[in-house]
């Protein structure tokens, strides 16, 4: 196997079409297709979203 198919096999498993380029326009355009096609967040969602990026430093330190 080449590394030009061993790369297009994980590309395809990431969901990205393969042979697509990072700055491909037809890409970007798949991806706000699907993030407008999703439904919002639900207020909970956001609040535990939010509360995981904003843990206080002692707290991430701790986890370390």
Not at 6 to 20: F, K, N, S, V
Not at 46 to 53: D, G, H, K, P, S
């Amino acid at each position: 196997m080449t590394d030009e198919q061993t790369t297009a096999a994980a590309e395809d498993t990431l969901g990205r079409p393969a042979g697509a380029h990072y700055g491909d326009a037809a890409y970007w355009a798949r991806i706000r297709r699907i993030v407008d096609a999703a439904p919002s967040f639900s207020q909970h969602q956001r609040a535990v979203i939010r509360a995981a990026f904003h843990q206080p430093a002692d707290q991430k330190e701790r986890a370390a």
